[in-house]
């Protein structure tokens, strides 16, 4: 008997051995004070990704919500008013904050809603609806924020061109034609190998931008009126007369290294070179 109990002791303290992590040695908790007033600092709660915590502080007097990064940077107020909010609760990245307050006289359930790049959509929508940084208010780089594609224009936020008509969606917005309508006139030209987008561009220029001053509209008409030669031309499929004719269009706007050119028709330089850009991109579109 007292043998077996001898070899349990010797098993035991074996296991006991092997099980011991080698090197361990006891780690403290870490405990880190993130708040430090005379105020009350109450009801904490931490995202599951670690990131944020928010809590209730009564800093100004009354009960108000505050969040905080993990590591004690970033604390941010997200309520004021007379009235208490107490009691949040955040989402699981800590961009969705829910408390309740007692605004209205009655307590009411609220969510405050992070949008970080401050583009119209929370960091929430974009991470979980549509797939667009939540840290790039233009993540297609169109020049529509993420916020105006989904909430004005119906445009596709991942997709610079949403109509695949060779404009981008922010030129077609700037300029008249339909991002979501590739051939916003029906006459069977793509609006990006059309011209009522560049004509609309002149349009909208002011007088002084001309270097006749817009004198009877002498020079605005002739780029114009030019413009619909281009067009009858990729009409009737001549693309050689298109590019020939746009070419030499172009000759009037590709001054303004210091000043503009003798030939240039746009003398004001920001206006020529916007114009010359959007000849640019629509010569490569007919290449
Ligand atoms: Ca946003
Ligand atoms: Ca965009
Ligand atoms: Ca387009
Ligand atoms: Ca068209």
Known sequence: MQKNVLRLAILLTTVFIVLLPVGSVYAPPVITQLTTNTADDQYPSISSDGSKIAFQSEVDGDAEI????????????????????????????????????????????????????????????EVNVYGTDPLDPDSDDDGLTNGDEVNIYGTDPLDPDTDDDGLNDGLEVEHGTDPLDPDADDDGIPDGEDVEWLQNALDALPNSAFKDGDRD????????????????????????????LLTNLRRHVDGC????????????????????ELIDIYIANLS
């Open 66 to 125: 505050f969040v905080i990064n993990s590591d004690g940077t970033g604390l941010t107020q997200l309520t004021t008013n007379t009235a208490d909010d107490m009691a949040p609760s955040t989402s699981s990245d800590g961009s969705r904050i829910a408390f309740q307050s007692e605004v209205d006289g009655y307590w009411e359930i609220f969510l405050w809603e992070a949008d970080s790049d401050n583009d119209g959509l929370t960091d929430w929508d």
């Open 217 to 244: 509209r002498g020079l605005r008409n002739a780029m114009i009126n030019i413009l619909n030669d281009v067009e009858l031309a990729v009409a009737s499929g001549d693309i050689d007369e298109a590019m020939e």
């Open 257 to 276: 290294g210091l000043a503009p050119d003798p030939n240039d028709w746009i003398v004001d330089c920001a206006a020529q070179i916007a114009i010359r």
